[in-house]
């Protein structure tokens, strides 16, 4: 199948450029050292790549993205990064190893009502959310354990860090993170300090493990970050359906794009070049050169800003190189 | 069920207000004068309910929708707002009429190729989108006929003027919109001649059809409209999983709402208050009045500001009166 084969709106994953994606964070951060977070993708085939590579170790953010790793076969060690309140689900997950982040004594009891064995310590770094303060850590440990369950270590996003541009600045940033961290970890022990993200995966020596994820296809929003060494793979690809003089519109809207982090750019020199004006439900009007007008039929590329709710937008993910549809993956983590 | 019993984040619609939205279109345009447009809801089981009010004909803005609604017997007469180049699924749809929207001999080209037999002729009223000018729809119609399709009219969506906030600006800017489209109205013949939205409907008298969407359950951004009698029917509802001093934290996130008419503020006053920070893909993050600390396990209900993007982002939408559980639909018309 060609990509010219495609329905519009189509997300499509540029397969050497996933290799290279993963292969630099593989190389830097081998097995255990990453703790891959498959929000970013929600499909389990890309995080069979993953597995490939030697990451065991999977981060999830919700119990479906937990169910749906599991049913694969890449429960080894799934740990749910988030605050749960009824864990009944996740406790009846068969075959699979799941931890769950807990941050009070009511996310405790919830792990443990609902048959959770294995919890980490969600500790604060910094960004207003969840997490307890360091200074809480030890007596939330000791909650846990008193009931029962194995506290395998701590957990602290520094989600504040890792979107700065300037490098020097998430140096310091993490440094001071992480600080916190392990202040709590002295308190808490366990095998596991977890956190980082594709923006401090190379900066933060604090933590044992990463739990990044958008660097397996980028966007946007991290391309503008210093010294990442990983390149934007991901376009949603849209037909030209209306040229005037003045403007043209291409098929993907605000419906196959996330908006959170603005205006997705169209990929100038891959298709159409052009300039987003706006983007409606199913549209995107854009201006053009006046030297390289488009004509109705031809494709336009867009550059997601922020891929994790972009891929939540879609059902379904083309693995291309060149001209070529190499497979088409399910993006079958989505939902909650 | 109760609503204390679903899992969160849920989509949750109030069905008197639903009913209260419906019935006050429908005694304003009755049948065929409103061909209700599913994008806004992307669910059979809420257009049944259109159906049941009298409107037979809808408007669909993916090829998707248009199959979905043809599968569920909601086939009467649908019109496909917008430009296609490759018709063959909808020329392929049995015991359904089909109507598409062109705006250039290409776009007629396409509904020619894929079996369509019938289309309209989009006409741009003023919005920087699809739609050819007024004076070459007479072309675009013979062009058409000359194919053997049936032009059965015009459509002109100004969709630059349902979101102005004042009334009397959109009574002003509505009537400029609409002599474009009686202009070309009168070179391309035929019954139809559609526009309008949820911001215009009482306001364009210009049109025999109106494609409202969004009065179902409207949202935010509509809800700012002067003298519209519709009320906010949705809620994205989501349990409190972390609270301290400064802030609280609930489980829905980028991922459970859109983005693009801005963040969605909570709903004070039907759980827990409070007023937004920022939200992550799974988390809100929100501040609260110094007298009603939430507790983690309250409820917190988010106030979509735009609901078609909102609504799409979730598999199941719930119906909900009081704090009982009516019913759980299908969003069954997602994706393309």
């Known amino acids: 199948m060609k990509i010219h084969d495609l329905q519009t709106p189509a997300l499509i994953a540029d397969a050497d450029v996933l290799e290279h994606n993963l292969s630099t964070m593989t190389d830097a951060l081998p097995g255990p050292r990453l703790r891959p977070h498959v929000k970013a993708h929600k499909t389990t085939a890309l995080a069979r790549l993953q597995r490939e590579k030697g990451h065991t170790n999977f981060t999830c953010a ?195 794009l996330a908006m959170d982090h603005g205006n997705p750019p169209i990929a100038n020199g891959e298709g159409c070049d052009g300039e987003v004006w706006f983007f409606s439900d199913e549209h995107v009007t854009f201006g053009f050169p006046a030297a390289s007008r488009p004509q109705v039929g031809d494709r336009v590329r867009l550059r997601p800003s922020h891929i994790d709710p972009t891929i939540a937008k879609h059902a379904q993910m083309h693995v291309v190189r060149g001209e070529e549809v190499l497979d088409t993956w399910e993006v079958d983590l989505r939902g909650w």
């Not at 369950?149 to 600045?169: K, N, P, S, W």
């Not at 992480?178 to 995966?201: C, F, N």
């Open 62 to 256: 919700t119990i479906r993205e937990v169910e749906g790793m599991a049913a694969v076969g890449l429960g080894d060690d799934l740990l749910l990064a988030n605050e749960v309140l009824d864990c009944t689900r996740l406790g009846a997950i068969p075959n699979a190893r799941v931890t769950v982040a807990v941050d009070s004594e009511v996310t405790v009891d919830a792990a443990h009502a609902g048959g959770i064995r294995e919890v980490l310590i969600d500790v604060n770094v910094g960004m207003p959310r969840c997490g307890c303060p360091p200074e809480q850590a030890g007596h939330i440990a000791d909650y846990a354990r008193a009931k029962g369950l194995d506290v395998r270590g701590v957990m602290g996003y520094e989600g504040h860090v890792v979107g700065v541009e300037a490098l020097d600045a998430r140096v310091t940033m993490t440094e001071d993170c992480m600080k916190r961290l392990l202040e709590a970890h002295a308190d808490v022990g366990g095998d596991i300090v977890s956190g980082g993200g594709t923006g401090t995966y190379a900066v933060n020596r604090w933590v044992n493990e990463i739990q990044a994820g958008s660097y397996v296809l980028l966007d946007t929003a991290y391309g503008a970050l210093d010294n990442l060494p990983f390149h934007e793979g991901l376009r949603v690809l849209a037909s030209v359906i209306h040229v005037n003089d003045d403007w043209a519109v291409a098929d993907a809207g605000l419906k196959a």
